[in-house]
């Protein structure tokens, strides 16, 4: 199966312990730091709209970009059972999107930026941040660090299951060293009406960066003020920090 059709019936349920609401605090900090107030924010891989919701819900206009149409039906369906509409969410690869005009921030969360995996993916989807955003906007995301992908994913395995037993993901992850590239292939098993569990097989991969390479890719796409954070309280990152917090300004 292709990348997240499989996961996207169950990313929601096993993925219930990421505090979407922390992380929109601190994008909402990041804003005053930067002196920004979006008119429109992009949220660049979207997935299910857990982000964009969020920042919907806190007064903000969005966008949301992802390439997975099964994520993106899922975000939908989660923005009219809601209550909430005015959202448009655009079915577009990162490293090739095109929006009808400029935003005032774009925000890309959980690891979007580690599935560019091919050379020179990361220059083409920063110079299209840049080209989308405002003058002195912001761009805010986050990666899995060098330390994650050797320390915690490495060639480990998972099963990742919903509270209720509906659904299971088995994980098995190979992380090679040399071309930075993490595969992770899972097995998801819900629960059918007759008890009996469906599964489906998929893969995926991640690719590591390194501080310089992010922040090469990004200067080179027009950004500055590069600040790279180890947690939601703009802490500094320590040698074994898992998540990159990062924010940039797009100059013109
Ligand atoms: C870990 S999920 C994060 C989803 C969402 N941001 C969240 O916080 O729940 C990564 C998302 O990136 C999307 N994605 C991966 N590669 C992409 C690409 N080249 N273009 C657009 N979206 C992509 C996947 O479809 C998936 O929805």
Not at 73 to 92: C, D, H, P, T, V
Not at 96 to 114: I, K, M, P, Q, R
Not at 125 to 143: A, E, I, K, Q, T
Request: proline share 2%; net charge negative; glycine share 10%.
């Amino acid at each position: 199966m292709k990348s997240y059709e499989a996961l996207s019936r169950v990313y929601d349920r096993l993925n219930g312990e990421v505090d979407y609401a922390a992380i929109a605090d601190f994008y909402e900090k990041a804003f005053a730091r930067y002196g920004v107030r979006p008119h429109l924010t992009l949220d660049l891989g979207c997935g299910t709209g857990s982000m964009t919701l969020e920042l919907a819900r806190r007064g903000y206009d969005m966008i949301g970009v992802d390439a997975s149409a099964e994520m993106l039906s899922k975000a939908y369906e989660r923005m009219w059972n809601g209550g909430q509409s005015g959202i448009l969410f655009l079915q577009q690869d990162m490293r090739a999107f095109e929006l009808y005009g400029t935003v005032g921030a774009v925000v890309s969360t959980l690891d979007c930026v580690n599935y560019l995996t091919g050379d020179g993916d990361l220059d083409k989807c920063f110079s299209l941040v840049h080209n989308y955003l405002d003058p002195d906007g912001v761009f805010l995301f986050d990666v899995n660090t060098p330390y994650k992908f050797k320390h915690v994913y490495g060639d480990n395995a998972y099963i990742l299951e919903e509270e209720d037993g509906s659904a299971y993901c088995g994980w098995q992850n190979d992380f090679d060293e040399e071309s930075g590239l993490c595969r992770f292939l899972l097995s998801v098993f819900t629960e059918e009406r007759d008890g009996r569990y469906a599964r489906a097989d998929e893969e995926q991969t991640e690719r590591c960066y390194s501080r310089e390479e992010l922040t090469g890719a990004l200067e080179r796409a027009g950004f500055s003020e590069i600040a790279i954070f180890g947690d939601l309280h703009f802490g500094a990152p320590t040698e074994t920090t898992e998540r990159w917090y990062i924010a940039a300004r797009c100059k013109k």
